[in-house]
């Protein structure tokens, strides 16, 4: 079974597919794909921007296709940046910008103050364009006053992980190995959900 993933984002294709790898299906990138129209991802909600880009890219190429929308979530701001994450510094995916953004909104506020979340949705489409199902998860934790780790992107270097009872807990998403984090992430968690649909959803 051939699946696309709607996402231009190479960080978030490896993710999926590290993700999806024991499941029985072909993963596609929008790169095989010429001419294939850009989403405008207009509307309020993770879920709202999963679902348009799940159903037009899934309408523009005839096959099944996963879309992601991610970002997070800071208590302090009402919820920003929320659906603008990427782009909340002004420019797509300048994650420095971003994060020294944050940093720069939070700078006096204490720790109890700087709860967050990160939050997934992902939609799938079938081939004539149709919502087949959504799935959502989401990771709490608080924002820290620096970076910490090295490893992957957005704002994991400021995300503390901090819902008790794994061993994830207390360390930042950016410390993580990618198996640790996945098994803790907003993306993680709505990528299990898919994949255990998976066997009624797709033909």
């Not at 991802?41 to 879309?67: I, V």
């Not at 720069?104 to 967050?116: I, Q």
Request: charged share 25%; aromatic share 6%.
């Amino acid at each position: 079974m051939e699946l696309l993933i709607a996402s231009h984002n190479a960080k978030k294709q490896v993710e999926l597919r590290a993700m999806l790898a024991s499941s029985d299906v072909t993963l596609l990138t929008p790169e095989v794909f010429v001419d294939l129209p850009e989403v405008v991802e207009d509307r309020d909600t993770f879920r709202g921007n999963a679902e348009k880009k799940a159903m037009e890219t899934a309408l523009a190429t005839s096959k099944w296709c996963l879309a992601d929308d991610s970002g997070l979530e800071v208590d302090a701001l009402g919820g920003t940046p929320g659906v603008h994450s990427a782009r909340f510094a002004g420019e797509h995916g300048d994650d420095a910008a971003n994060n020294a953004l944050l940093l720069e909104k939070l700078s006096n506020l204490p720790e109890a103050e700087r709860g967050a979340r990160f939050v997934c949705a992902l939609a799938l489409a079938a081939p004539d364009g149709s919502l087949a199902a959504t799935f959502e998860g989401s990771a709490r934790g608080r924002i820290l006053h620096a970076p910490r780790g090295s490893g992957d992107f957005g704002y994991d270097p400021l995300f503390l992980f901090t819902e008790e009872g794994f061993a994830a807990s207390g360390r930042g998403f950016a410390e993580l190995s990618a198996d640790e984090k996945s098994t803790v992430s907003h993306r993680g968690r709505a990528l299990r959900q898919f994949v255990a649909a998976l066997p009624t959803l797709l033909p």
